[in-house]
């Protein structure tokens, strides 16, 4: 009934973040089978109905009893639910996941939230189980079967029943990688630490002023926070102009995001001349193992990628997208998404290894729900939260989530108001924005297919 987690999955358990999904829904929902649609998709996926606990020195995923397992929550509500679900925590020692369904009185408006714990999962996985509900929530609907049916007929849907020996657990991303020469990947981590030594990053001060210490009579008070997030969103139009600017320009959107988020990083620093700056660029490893691991099977399998570059207050984006662009595409080609999968325990030795003055996430296209007749999805959103922030460091990386869900490219700058304000965060967001237009609107028109000369 137990499965010990690797050293890498037990770099997430201090930092209680999880992934947040939220579905913004129109029509009638039928609460009996989206219950008992979430309720098939926990039982064919452990690690949804598991806890954290201690194991020897590390931790180890225990199986909750029937009585304990996560159950869809649903409840009356308006605009505020995203935000309170947003900054509501996974409970220590409590279920890994959370389904909640959030009604308006009318009962034609709902709000779909789904939060698992980061150390079960990343974002391919928690897309992937969130419309893994709606799936089984159609067959119940229109289909007259039950959603146990549906996942037994998907051999992509989760790992499975329980046997008679316990729950078939999925296997760390750690254990799936190619075998290494341990020395190889010493003289990895001696380059990346003496890389971060010698390229130390900048990081945008806090706008909202620092807690001071103790409690003297200059002690300013606690400052109260709360998770916020500002969101940057492109029409179809504009995405595919920035797509198009990305395609003849030989780069990814990836690095014309960085690029913008960069940018604007810079125009926080003082002064006009070259600061150094980082980029973390978490890299997916799913379709980089063999054989490629599906996005169904509840584990993170994602590392990252860092990057120092110098940059001006007059830097030209495009610039700074190549740079981007072609060291993340070496990283991967020389395969050292690998080694960096094997140093991440290392990282609580090292902050370092991970300290970026902007982290940029690359989600790229993702499906959204398949939704039966007379349900509409008018936004589909996914953010990262965590627990643990701290307003006395007086600065921080800027995060960046990115995903393009029906065409549309969203980007969610997720804060926390002790550290960032919400005029801030709007800035920070508008100047993005700003940038991100500037380069689709300078794209050039696709040549014309030769039937149509």
């Known amino acids: 009934?137990?499965?010990?987690?690797?050293?890498?999955?037990?770099?997430?358990?201090?930092?209680?973040?999880?992934?947040?999904?939220?579905?913004?829904?129109?029509?009638?929902?039928?609460?009996?089978?989206?219950s008992a649609a979430f309720d098939a998709v926990t039982q064919a996926n452990p690690t949804l109905r598991a806890r954290i606990v201690p194991d020897g020195e590390g931790?180890?995923?225990?199986?909750?009893?029937?009585?304990?397992?996560?159950r869809l929550i649903t409840r009356t509500g308006g605009e505020e639910a995203h935000a309170a679900e947003l900054n509501t925590p996974l409970p220590i020692g409590g279920p890994l996941s959370r389904a909640v369904l959030v009604s308006a009185p009318e009962g034609d408006r709902h709000l779909f939230v789904l939060v698992v714990d980061h150390v079960v999962t990343d974002g391919h996985s928690s897309i992937a189980v969130h419309n893994a509900v709606w799936d089984?929530?159609?067959?119940?609907?229109?289909?007259?079967?039950?959603?146990?049916?549906?996942?037994?007929?998907?051999?992509?849907?989760?790992?499975?029943?329980?046997?008679?020996?316990?729950?078939?657990?999925?296997?760390?991303?750690?254990r799936l990688l190619p075998d290494a020469d341990p020395g190889v990947t010493a003289a990895y981590l001696e380059r990346r630490v003496e890389q971060a030594r010698r390229h130390p990053v900048e990081l945008v001060p806090y706008d909202v002023p620092r807690p001071a210490a103790g409690a003297?009579?200059?002690?300013?008070?606690?400052?109260?926070?709360?998770?916020?997030?500002?969101?940057?969103?492109?029409?179809?139009?504009?995405?595919?102009?920035?797509?198009?600017?990305?395609?003849?320009a030989g780069v990814s959107v990836h690095s014309l995001i960085a690029a913008a988020m960069l940018t604007t990083a810079r125009r926080r620093l003082e002064g006009d001349g070259?600061?150094?700056?980082?980029?973390?660029?978490?890299?997916?490893?799913?379709?980089?193992?063999?054989?490629?691991?599906?996005?169904?099977?509840?584990?993170?399998?994602?590392t990252t990628h860092l990057q120092t570059l110098d940059v001006a207050g007059d830097a030209d984006p495009m610039a700074l997208a190549r740079t981007v662009h072609t060291r993340l595409r070496d990283f991967i080609a020389r395969a050292d998404h690998h080694h960096e999968m094997r140093i991440t325990?290392?990282?609580?030795?090292?902050?370092?290894?991970?300290?970026?003055?902007?982290?940029?996430?690359?989600?790229?296209?993702?499906?959204?729900?398949?939704?039966?007749?007379?349900?509409?999805?008018?936004?589909?959103?996914?953010?990262?939260?965590?627990?643990?922030?701290?307003?006395?460091?007086?600065?921080?990386?800027?995060?960046?989530?990115?995903?393009?869900?029906?065409?549309?490219?969203?980007?969610?700058?997720?804060?926390?108001?002790?550290?960032?304000?919400?005029?801030?965060?709007?800035?920070?967001?508008?100047?993005?924005?700003?940038?991100?237009?500037?380069?689709?609107?300078?794209?050039?028109?696709?040549?014309?297919?030769?039937?149509?000369?």
């Open 345 to 453: 325990p290392e990282i609580l030795r090292n902050p370092a290894l991970q300290l970026a003055t902007v982290v940029v996430t690359n989600m790229g296209v993702v499906p959204g729900p398949r939704l039966p007749a007379g349900v509409h999805a008018a936004d589909v959103r996914l953010m990262p939260a965590r627990e643990n922030y701290f307003p006395q460091a007086g600065r921080s990386p800027v995060l960046g989530c990115v995903v393009s869900f029906e065409g549309r490219l969203a980007i969610e700058f997720p804060h926390f108001t002790a550290c960032f304000s919400p005029s801030f965060m709007r800035a920070f967001r508008d100047d993005v924005l700003a940038g991100l237009l500037a380069l689709a609107d300078a794209s050039e028109p696709l040549p014309a297919p030769a039937s149509a000369r």
């Open 216 to 248: 003297g009579p200059d002690a300013e008070p606690a400052v109260d926070g709360r998770i916020d997030v500002c969101r940057l969103t492109l029409d179809k139009e504009r995405t595919t102009r920035l797509r198009q600017t990305a395609r003849q």
């Open 274 to 302: 070259p600061r150094t700056l980082g980029c973390l660029s978490p890299v997916d490893l799913r379709s980089r193992l063999s054989p490629p691991l599906p996005a169904t099977v509840m584990v993170p399998a994602v």
């Open 59 to 70: 931790f180890a995923l225990h199986l909750l009893g029937e009585e304990e397992r996560p």
């Open 1 to 34: 009934m137990h499965r010990t987690l690797c050293p890498v999955e037990t770099l997430y358990v201090g930092q209680r973040s999880r992934a947040v999904l939220s579905c913004d829904l129109r029509g009638r929902i039928d609460v009996g089978a989206l």
């Open 136 to 174: 089984h929530y159609r067959v119940l609907v229109e289909g007259g079967g039950s959603a146990q049916e549906a996942i037994a007929a998907d051999p992509a849907a989760g790992v499975g029943e329980d046997s008679g020996d316990g729950p078939d657990w999925p296997q760390p991303v750690s």
